[in-house]
């Protein structure tokens, strides 16, 4: 079955340092990889995602993730935080569509990233 | 362009009241639609999703249930609310594979 782990709860990190908030899947299959931000009380907002290509993507707000296929893994990363990038951000891989299967997003349990000033 | 619209924003209903949240799109046609419940401000569980009128999928047994009478509307519903249905629940509908999904602002929901 396929499976997102989001293996922090939370990410401290000072503003101006970077950042990583890590992310490994398990998944049959090329995976679809998506980071997704939420802010409280809204819905999630799309930062990126990894279909094929370059291992390395660059999305919104200057974050960027890295596809590592023989670790299962697909970091969020950003050079230098931002005090507005607090927020609660989630991991996500799509289930391949095949078999007359609709595919579903199955989401991690989210980290939160608080950015000191 | 796309839109997804949800409401209400906040709601708070009694033990045993009915529910309907309503989800509708926006620009497009034949989406396939999503609901999630996240629940103590952490995890998105998936409830149900339609590929159509009428087509429902429920992804895990609980006091709730959804509808679609048309294209581009998405109903949630129980006939009794339970403490446990508190949650902050999102629609979602599928768009191209570039951007997975695009997430309605939510509907907060407080059963007391």
């Known amino acids: 079955a396929q499976s997102v782990a989001q293996p922090e709860d939370q990410v401290n990190v000072a503003e101006g340092n970077p950042l990583t908030v890590k992310c490994t899947y398990s998944?049959?299959?090329?995976?679809?990889l998506f980071w997704y931000v939420q802010y409280p009380n809204r819905g999630l907002q799309f930062l990126l995602k990894?279909?094929?290509?370059?291992?390395l993507v660059k999305g919104s707000y200057g974050f960027e993730a890295e596809f590592n296929k023989s670790q299962t893994s697909f970091h969020l990363k950003k050079p230098s935080a931002l005090v507005s990038d607090s927020a609660l951000y989630f991991c996500?891989?799509?289930?391949?569509?095949?078999?007359?299967?609709?595919?579903?997003?199955?989401f991690g349990t989210g980290t939160l990233l608080a950015v000191q000033p | 362009s796309q839109t997804i619209h949800q409401w209400p924003a906040t709601l708070v209903q009694p033990v045993g009241s009915p529910l309907s949240l309503e989800c509708t799109v926006e620009?497009?046609?034949?989406?396939?639609l999503y609901w999630y419940r996240q629940a103590a401000g952490r995890g998105l569980q998936l409830l149900f999703y339609?590929?159509?009128?009428?087509?429902i999928s429920s992804e895990v047994p609980q006091n709730l249930s959804a509808s679609r009478p048309q294209d581009r509307q998405f109903i949630l519903s129980s006939k009794k609310l339970l403490l446990s249905d508190s949650g902050f629940y999102l629609c979602?509908?599928?768009?191209?594979?570039?951007?997975?999904?695009?997430f309605g602002s939510g509907t907060r929901l407080t059963v007391v």
């Open positions: 996500a891989v799509r289930t391949p569509n095949y078999g007359g299967a609709t595919n579903k997003l199955i």
């Open positions: 620009g497009t046609s034949n989406p396939n």
């Open positions: 979602a509908w599928r768009g191209d594979r570039d951007h997975g999904y695009t």
């Open positions: 339609s590929v159509g009128i009428g087509q």
């Open positions: 990894y279909i094929t290509g370059d291992n």
């Open positions: 998944v049959s299959g090329n995976p679809y």
